[in-house]
């Protein structure tokens, strides 16, 4: 014999609330939602949905970052309504067992717990702040920067001096939110209180800024310019290396002349040369086609028959001391009475050799030239043909022309780093022309096709091929500057952002683009669209400094940066601390100049705020532009008096879990035997009989 108890008593649940016929259509309908939202379903519901969010948001903040993490997951109203489920679910699960048994205290502990930590975070989303503030050394700042809060921030600028006309800034709030727009969205930030008008019409996230090449309109100045692809095959190599593969923008390919009429770069071991000439009889291209010899300058000049001839004079190398045994020669050019005199090397200034070119240094020759008892005139041979051969000074009468016309073959100095030379022409009728030479000389050269490729070496006793192709040449171009969007990717941080704007005043619309700060520069970089890069907006009697910053605010005390300390591992620049020595003042407090040590374990607390010790950066020298020993602390301030409630609210949720795992086990706990005779009892049936199974 087995004795058991009926299935309806074992299964038997204690009740909850009121019966239902107690109840009205209201009530029931009330009641039935009720023990819905108290509901294991829904419990069950709201944690699997909040896990995979919460796995998809991991996911998600990896790729885009957690700028965008926070605005398209957690501040969204899905996620707060989902939320909003889960709090319901807990409160209503506690209170529809009111009033609770002992054994039922580790459950209302940790309900109570984690309701306290989800009306913690929504206390903290609308109480809570923080910020930022920088310091630099000597100065003081009570200013408050709102990282979350990003403006366009523009000042008046006296138009003759560039300076700010007072103070006052216009802060035009700009929330873009967390990913590039899409064509066509255009925002109007400015007031129409406001002097002038700003629109916007791009937003890039994370930005890199590269170069736009296009063909110059009809009245536009422009410069050519061309885009070269290089191909280069290592021996035994199953393919060419494009020696532009990292360029990921395109820009790097494209070479664009100043007024000199040359640009000049070293890619892959070969220096890379384009230039334009004027050459209307065809003199210089057959020159740069069949150079002469290096070290040589070649007169083209008419004898006394009118007959065009030329003549090679190689230039003696320097001495001993530093002086070429040619320095003050004259020779008489053949067939002619022309005289020429050799004064030596000459150069123009480094710098703008330079910027203009590329080029390290400008190599020429100077030599004083005469026709029969005529006066000396200065002609000069230059390693570009862009440069003319004469130079009228100031003193030469009026109609004064070149007497010969120079052309000098200067070999570039080759060594381990520096393979070959590939030099690239066009001439006034838009003709391109090649000429390749390494330390054997001239290897290549002759017309070029755009889009054609062009092979330079390569051959049986060459075991490196280089192959080299002009994709697009602009005989006239224009180049501006710009803002492409930048995926940061896995683990590559947020990127800085960037937008396209326009400004109007009194009729005038100008465009440009303004980047974020990136780091911790105090005022970003402005970049027109058209233009050098500049921080000022003229519009001739009205000029603006336009940044893209954050909002701020301003704190109700100030900090001094008396001293900042920082400390690196031993042998590297890897900071290990850094310390900041300020003075606080608090005049409502009564606090003045107190000294206070921030460290990076040790906040500042005062009035409610904390001050963390965030980073760090060192300054410029405005004259050398080198660090000059200054540095700018950057403190990160919160303002946060939920910390309190929300450590509450975990303690409990421990506190409640250890209780239900002890009081489930120990000696609080009869299996629910009392709750069965209470529900029996309230029901007024009898407590079931004991079951007789007969033993077969």
């Known amino acids: 014999m087995v004795q058991g108890t009926s299935k309806s008593a074992s299964q038997g649940q204690p009740k909850h609330g009121p019966p239902p016929e107690e109840l009205g ?86 309900h109570a717990g984690l309701l306290i930590v989800l009306l913690a975070s929504v206390l903290t989303k609308w109480i809570c702040y923080e910020g930022s503030v920088w ?122 002349v100043g007024r000199i009429g040359r640009r000049v770069r070293e890619v892959g071991g070969v220096q890379v040369v384009f230039q334009t000439f004027q050459d209307d009889d065809g003199t210089k291209l057959a020159d740069f086609l069949n150079p002469p010899p290096p070290e040589t300058a070649r007169f083209r000049y008419q004898d006394n028959q009118g007959t065009t001839r030329t003549h090679d004079w190689a230039i003696a190398d320097e001495g001993p001391h530093g002086e070429s045994a040619d320095l003050g020669k004259t020779i008489n050019l053949p067939e002619s009475d022309i005289e020429v005199k050799y004064e030596g090397p000459f150069a123009l200034p480094a710098s703008i050799i330079q910027s203009q070119t590329g080029d390290d240094e400008a190599h020429g020759l100077k030599f004083q030239v005469r026709r029969g008892s005529g006066p000396w005139l200065s002609h000069y041979g230059w390693w570009a043909p862009t440069m003319p051969s004469f130079l009228p000074s100031e003193s030469a009468p009026a109609g004064t022309k070149a007497l010969v016309q120079i052309s000098y073959s200067h070999a570039p100095h080759f060594d381990a780093g520096l393979r070959g030379q590939l ?13 390749y030479t390494n330390r054997e000389g001239v290897q290549s050269s002759g017309p070029i096709e755009v889009g054609k490729e062009v092979a330079v070496t390569g051959g049986p006793n060459r075991p490196v091929t280089m192959t080299f192709a002009v994709t697009d040449h602009l005989p006239q171009g224009k180049e501006t500057f710009g803002f492409v969007l930048l995926n940061p990717g896995k683990g590559k941080g947020e990127g800085v952002p960037a937008i396209l704007a326009e400004m109007t005043v009194e009729g005038v619309t100008k465009s440009f683009w303004v980047r974020g700060p990136a780091g911790l520069e105090s005022k970003p970089i402005v970049y027109p669209a058209e233009g050098p890069p500049r921080a000022a907006i003229d519009f001739g009697n009205r000029a603006y400094e336009v940044a893209y910053g954050f909002d701020q605010s301003t704190l109700p005390m100030t900090l001094e940066l008396v001293d900042f300390d920082v400390r690196f591992d031993r042998g590297t620049r890897n900071p290990k601390s850094f310390t900041s020595k300020v003075l606080l003042t608090d005049e409502a407090r009564g606090v003045s100049r107190k000294p206070v040590t921030i460290t990076m374990n040790e906040p500042l607390i005062h009035g409610g705020l904390t001050f963390y010790q965030q980073s760090y950066q060192e300054l410029e020298d405005p004259r050398t532009g080198r660090p000059g020993g200054a540095f700018m602390s950057v403190l990160h301030v919160r303002y946060d008096p939920i910390w309190v409630m929300m450590y509450f609210g975990c303690f409990l949720v421990i506190i409640g879990t250890f209780l239900q795992f002890y009081m489930r086990a120990g000696v609080f706990t009869d299996g629910g035997k009392k709750e069965r005779e209470w529900a029996t009892r309230r029901d007024g049936a009898k407590a079931p009989e004991p079951v007789v199974v007969p033993t077969p």
């Open 135 to 256: 310091i630099k050394e000597g100065s003081s700042s009570n200013d408050l920067i709102d990282t979350e809060a990003p403006a366009l921030i523009v000042r008046d600028l006296d138009s003759r001096t560039g300076k700010p006309v007072n103070d006052k800034s216009y802060v035009l709030p700009f929330r873009p939110g967390a990913f590039a727009w899409s064509p066509g969205r255009v925002e109007t930030l400015s007031q129409k209180r406001d002097p002038f008008k700003v629109r916007v019409s791009r937003f890039l996230p994370a930005s890199i800024g590269r170069y736009y090449h296009a063909r110059a309109e009809d009245g536009q100045d422009g410069s050519p310019m061309i885009a070269l692809d290089m191909k280069v095959t290592p021996p035994n190599a199953s393919r060419p290396i494009d020696v532009f593969e990292g360029d990921i923008q395109d820009s790097e390919k494209w070479f664009v």
């Open 423 to 435: 030099e690239i022409t066009a001439s006034a009728d838009g003709r391109l022309h090649h000429r």
């Open 25 to 110: 259509p209201v009530g029931r309908v009330f009641w039935s939602v009720y023990r819905f939202l108290a509901s294991l379903k829904l419990a069950v519901v709201c944690l699997l949905s909040l896990s995979v969010v919460l796995a998809y948001a991991t996911s998600f903040e990896s790729e885009y970052g957690a700028k965008a993490s926070h605005q398209v997951i957690y501040q969204s109203w899905w996620f707060g309504i989902l939320l909003a489920f889960l709090g319901a679910n807990i409160f209503c699960a506690a209170s529809i067992r009111f009033p609770w048994k002992k054994r039922q205290l580790g459950f209302v502990v940790t």
